[in-house]
């Protein structure tokens, strides 16, 4: 194997890592910026996994994802209406959400394939190849012959950040999670933008789910999110609430998880559990303000009407 | 009462107007047990300058919240533009052309000042949702037109109070915009800044705008209004043209008697009164530094308190003086340099909903929570609440606060009033220094006066008494109170010398280097 072609692969691989953590954090940008911290965002990971695999199921892999993202929405609504409509502490509801998830998908996956998990195999999404751009040497393969959800996040990326800093929602959207009182004054429904925000936020975490289980294992197994929705918060955090620093945030997550995976092939002398610490310590020092100011919306998680 | 048809008059004495810019007609609103409007009766005519007074709980920021659809009435109807109208809404009242500027500016601190203007008229530059382009030049233009120095581009964060009003008042006045509301405009403004805001006032009135000034200050009212209603205890007790007012009558009919004659003139009893007695230092800062960033730092900030002293820090808000209280009551630490500071030390913060007062506690407790550590409220290691309570009801008593008992809860009583527990408690603490950070903004005449007088007689205290550091944004609360003064300038602290202890000098010396342009 020459060098290239491990970077090469290396890199394949830390890209499909990266494509759901980019779903699920952009989404949590959008989420936290009109003010709604979705601790749940876990719960809708694993409901997207879970909604994905059994739309896949019912009409084939690509209304799977389409299912994937409707079951995540559906967890992050079933989150608002308890945060954000009802003002009840967002930390402890998102926990809460995330936990009954990982239990109720688990519940619902038993009762319809039983109890012993039969090895459920799914048809995948395939890749697709962009023409010219999948030749580019080394970097080609990796962001160009993806599935259709890392097209998906690619575009998201200029999109989000059109949307947040040009339009006049991504303006009221902004000021709902800066100052809830200045937004409110100035006519934005603020319950409303945060709802429509959080379930935002949750669908395209459910899209993530649904890529774990039908483009990264063709499968779904109980607690298969495995933490990507916590890790999507911290990635929001080292991306700085902005959609192309979020963007890079997962894959420098991708790539150390990719990393960790690379250097166990090689069984190189490592101790490769090191690498995965690697991007939550530069996420404590991004909070930490290291990297200079980068500070989380002022009226993040603080309930609304007060 | 009856309503009294009141007849239009546009400011220049000019014929009168049939259509009023609004009208409200026997408004009635009560919160709980408490009416605070009692049917009044409130004409705008369109151009005139509308001076709204009245104590703490008149109602007049009620007033003023019902008329700008931030609150409901239980009775009573409201016209606007000479048609008849229901307001549930800011939004319903923006439609009609009422715009409201708060007394806490309702600005996101983060976004510029553009985004600001942009936030809250989202719908005027709707271009498929997108900002659009030209909608910059209006803002500025409009700007222009108001004579309005702003500026668009800086967080709001990063500006001055006055800076940030102007912001506030020019988006309001993007639209069409028949009434404007003000609620306490000019509490928080350097003296050369009221007079540019007045100039502001002067110019949108000129273009047709009613607008209503919700004011404390008796002499800016009638500097700048045309006409003058004072509200007592949530009735009407007087509308009359402004040049038919003093000052002294205003006062009689927000209070409801004849005032004594002992009103002190500016700079009696505190400066000039009793010569100084020159008692020991209690507290003292060498060179002291705080914050980087954003946050208003203090830089290389030397001060001495003396026991029996009121030592008066000017300044226009935002300027250090909160993060130097927050260093003389102890809660922040000099990044650089000393401090020594006295154990017994009383602290007004300036955001007493806040820092002062712990809400969901009563009043009571909340006067436990500050004297906890003394002896004199304790039993063993029991509080003695009974002690507590007296202590608590004579605070309430002593400074009119306008409460049941001391077991309400402090969420319950007015801006007004919970300062009054806080400062009235923070007196008690005081042994050695009292910081006031604006003790009386927001407090009514009465209270203002007792407040005043509280702090000069803590000073003058026969024996042991503490030092006073009063920070105020109002400069004639300075000039009467204070026995030396020092101005507070983007973090330095400049002391003014004896001879230019006048408003002239120290407004000039708090503009030099201010953080906002007059």
Not at chain 1, 269 to 286: C, G, Q, T
Request: with cysteine; aromatic share 6%; hydrophobic share 50%.
């Amino acid at each position: 194997m020459t060098d290239l072609a491990a970077l090469s692969s290396f890199l394949v691989a830390a890209v499909g890592l990266a494509v759901p953590l980019a779903l699920a954090a952009l989404g949590e940008t959008v989420s936290e910026r009109s003010g709604v911290i979705n601790i749940g965002l876990e719960g809708s990971v694993i409901w997207g996994a879970l909604g994905g695999a059994l739309g896949a199921l019912a009409m084939g892999p690509y209304a799977g994802l389409a299912a994937g993202a409707v079951a995540g929405g559906l967890a992050a609504l079933a989150f608002a209406a308890f945060a954000v409509r009802l003002g009840t502490d967002q930390i402890i509801t998102g926990t809460a959400v995330t936990i009954g998830s990982l239990g109720f998908t688990g519940a619902v996956f038993q009762s319809r394939f039983g109890a012993t998990g039969l090895a459920l195999e799914l048809q995948t999404v395939p890749a697709w190849e962009v023409p010219l751009l999948s030749r580019i040497p080394v970097l080609g393969p990796a962001f160009f012959e993806q599935a259709v959800t890392a097209y998906l996040a690619y575009a998201m990326v200029p999109l989000l950040g059109w949307f947040l800093f040009r339009t006049r929602w991504g303006l009221a959207l902004r000021a709902a999670g800066e100052s809830p009182e200045a937004a409110h004054a100035a006519g934005v429904p603020v319950v409303g933008t945060r709802m429509l925000a959080a379930v935002l936020g949750g669908a395209m975490a459910g899209l993530a789910g649904a890529h774990l289980s039908l483009v990264h294992t063709g499968t779904f197994a109980e607690n298969m999110s495995a933490g990507k929705g916590f890790i999507a918060i911290a990635v929001v955090v080292l991306g700085r609430w902005r959609p192309w620093g979020v963007f890079a945030a997962a894959l420098f997550f991708g790539g150390a998880e990719a990393l960790q995976f690379t250097l166990q092939a090689l069984d190189a002398d490592l101790p490769y559990p090191l690498f995965l610490a690697l991007p939550y310590v530069l996420s404590l020092a991004a909070l930490a303000g290291w990297f200079g100011r980068s500070r989380a919306p002022e009226g993040l998680a603080l309930p609304w009407p007060r | 009462m009856p309503r009294e048809p009141r007849p239009g008059r546009s400011p220049g004495g000019k014929a009168p107007l049939v259509t009023a810019a609004a009208r409200l007609d026997s408004i009635t609103r009560r919160f709980g047990a408490v009416t605070a409007l009692d049917a009044v009766d409130f004409e705008l005519v369109p151009g005139e300058i509308h001076g709204l007074l009245g104590e703490n709980g008149a109602g007049k920021t009620t007033l003023a919240n019902i008329l700008g659809g931030l609150l409901v009435a239980d009775a009573g109807v409201i016209e606007i533009g000479g048609r008849s109208v229901e307001l549930r809404s800011a939004r319903d009242a923006r439609a009609l052309g009422v715009a409201m500027v708060h007394q806490h500016f309702s600005l996101v601190p983060r976004f510029t000042g553009f985004e600001n203007v942009a936030l809250f008229n989202g719908e005027a530059w709707a271009r498929r949702g997108v900002i659009a382009p030209g909608y910059r030049r209006q803002v500025e233009v409009r700007a222009r037109e108001l004579k309005l120095d702003v500026e668009l581009d800086a967080p709001v964060a990063a500006l001055g109070v006055g800076e940030r009003q102007r912001i506030e008042i020019l988006k309001a006045l993007m639209s069409d915009t028949r009434v404007l509301l003000l609620d306490e405009p000019t509490a928080v403004l350097a003296p050369q800044e009221v007079e540019g805001l007045f100039a502001v006032l002067r110019e949108v009135a000129g273009a047709g705008t009613a607008i209503v000034l919700v004011a404390h200050k008796l002499d800016e009212v009638l500097a700048v209004a045309d006409r003058v209603t004072v509200l007592r205890r949530g009735r009407r007790v007087l509308t009359e043209e402004a040049t038919k007012l003093s000052a002294r009558e205003l006062a009689e009919a927000m209070v409801g008697r004849a005032l004594a004659a002992e009103q002190p003139a500016e700079g009696e009893g505190g400066r000039t009164g009793q010569p100084k007695p020159d008692f020991a230092p209690v507290a003292f800062l060498e060179d002291v530094t705080v914050g980087t960033g954003d946050a208003p730092s203090l830089r290389d900030v030397c001060l001495t308190v003396h026991r029996g002293e009121v030592l008066g820090i000017a300044g226009v808000d935002g300027n250090g003086q909160r993060m130097l209280a927050a260093v003389l009551a102890g809660v922040v630490a000099p990044e650089r340099g000393r401090a020594r500071l006295p154990d017994e030390v009383g602290w007004i913060p300036q955001d007493r909903g806040e820092e002062g007062l712990v809400r969901d506690f009563t009043i009571a407790e909340n006067v436990a929570l500050a004297l906890h550590g003394k002896r004199a409220y304790r039993r063993g290691p029991w509080l003695d609440w009974p002690r507590i309570g007296e202590t608590s009801a004579t605070l309430v008593n002593e400074l009119n606060v306008l409460v049941g008992s001391p077991e309400a809860s402090a969420d319950t009583l007015s801006g007004g009033n919970q300062q009054k527990v806080v400062t009235g408690r923070e007196f008690l603490r005081a042994g050695q220094l009292l910081v006031a950070e604006s003790p009386t903004r927001g407090l009514d005449v009465r209270a203002t006066r007792a407040v005043r007088d509280r702090i000069v007689r803590l000073a003058r205290a026969a024996s042991r008494p503490p030092g006073v550091v009063l920070i105020s944004a109002d400069l004639d609360e300075v000039l009467e109170l204070a026995d030396r003064i020092a101005v507070m300038v983007r973090g330095r602290l400049i002391p003014v010398g004896p001879k230019d202890q006048n408003a002239a000098a120290i407004g000039a010396l708090m503009l030099s280097a201010g953080s906002s342009t007059p």
